[in-house]
């Protein structure tokens, strides 16, 4: 029987952070935003641009990085407002565990929900893309 | 004192809490460098003051408070007994270790150096005997030098010797084992180094006053601090030990109730050390508990203690160097049951999730030594630490969850 931990590190959350599909920084960019978690130095980028196109560069646990590449595929051609939308539900399916059909493949963190420490590893790089989206509000 | 047989079964016993399950399995306590847990002789210390001894100190002319300030005053005895302190006055009471450096930097340090004196600290501090010489410094104009380290995790004396050479520090504030690399500093040569040059030396206690006998004499030291929490004793409860003539010459460090000698509406006269260091109602139950865990500790004796946890770093270094692609940072000649490490993919906080649900307790991040991270070419480790009560059978444990871990990143 797989223990919870194991259920948490399921195979797609292991394939994401090791072969993200939406890493790297982008050639063009309009915003960009950064979140970092001092307690254990993870640190993440994000880029956003204009159209909902999103990248980003992470650096920590593999349930951060993989939340960061599930978000950049979750957030594809949304608009801000729908983003915003995607947040609070994200949010909510890590509180409680509960897996939410709108979120897609973002329910493979819904485990996170089980181990309070690393709720917000899993929330980082949506703290991220809030602040590029906030900068692409500004300048945009 | 006359050392207890070490039996470990029997040491095992006198901690209630590692009788405890986590997730459905036996609890693997890996992390006593953060915080140790308690002997029942500590808890039922405490328990006995609050149940059948307990007043303010130092006030009451009643017999509970005459009974519990001889308590309290008799854990400063045993504090100055187990640090071999010239007396009993150069023993004062804090919240923690990071309270008497910030005492010494806020009170001796302000009086006693001038701007454009300078401060040594090594490489591998704690965030606690860094940041208080960081404001320090941009209060007072003193100058804050960091000396390096080797990649070993010991410390470079040619970079401390070039810190030393213009002649304008005056205190070098250095670990005495580092709770990351688990090297132990060579104290005395440390003091007597800094005194030839004119300088003080505070040592921070807090990891190596668990694993070794400290003679602050011997040493030669002007400042010695730790916590009591992670000897074994409560939280809330450090201490500062300092040479009588420092004490006598430094300001109070908080003022209020019990650190004055006499106080009219205009002034008020310091109490003599310790007591001008202790302002205000002391963490009394805590300080009892402390000594509790200072008499336990010395029953056993340091040569037993030291034997087996020399025995458990060397079978965890080993078991360690035997997982493919695991990387042990520092190697230091002379180290303790302090074990950092990284693995390939799985990042710190993920070996610490995946280990918890085994039931083991490690700790994971920067460990409160965030540029020494940096040092390291790391950004955060997995730390398994020992005890006077770790087993061989959970150091095996660590091992066996570490494979099942590379399983999963493979």
Known sequence: ?140 | MSAREFNLDEIRKDFPILAQQVHGRALVFLDSAASAQKPRAVIEAMTHVMEAQYANVHRGLHWMSERTSDAYEAARDKVAAFLNARAREEIVFTRNATESINLVAYTYARTALRPGDAVVVSQMEHHANLVPWQILRDAHGVELRIAKITDAGEIDWESLESCFADGKVKLLACTHMSNVLGSYTPAERLAAFAHARGARILLDGCQAIVHRAVDVQAIDADFYVFSGHKLYGPTGIGVLYAKRELLDAMPPFMAGGEMIESVSYERATWAPPPHRFEAGTPAIIETIGLGAAIDYVRAIGFEAIAAHERALTEHGLKMLAGIEGVRVLGAAQDRGGVLSFTMPDAHAHDIATLLDRQGIAVRAGHHCAEPLMGRMGVSATARASFALYTTREEVDALGEGLLRIRRIFR
């Open chain 1, 1 to 140: 029987m797989m223990s919870a931990a194991e259920e948490l590190y399921q195979a797609l959350i292991m394939e994401r952070s090791k072969a993200p599909r939406f890493g790297g920084r982008p050639a063009l960019f309009d915003a960009q935003g950064h979140g970092e978690n001092a307690m254990c130095g993870d640190k993440v980028q994000v880029f956003w641009r204009r159209g909902g196109a999103v990248r980003h560069e992470a650096q920590g646990c593999a349930i951060m990085a993989a939340s960061a590449d599930l978000m950049a595929q979750a957030v594809a051609g949304k608009t801000p407002a729908q983003v915003a939308a995607l947040r609070a539900a994200f949010d909510e399916m890590v509180a409680s565990g509960e897996e939410n059909p709108a979120l897609g493949d973002l329910n493979a963190l819904a485990g996170v929900a089980r181990f309070r420490s690393r709720i917000r590893c899993a929330r980082l790089p949506w703290v991220a893309l809030d602040e590029a989206l906030k900068e692409g509000q500004v300048h945009g």
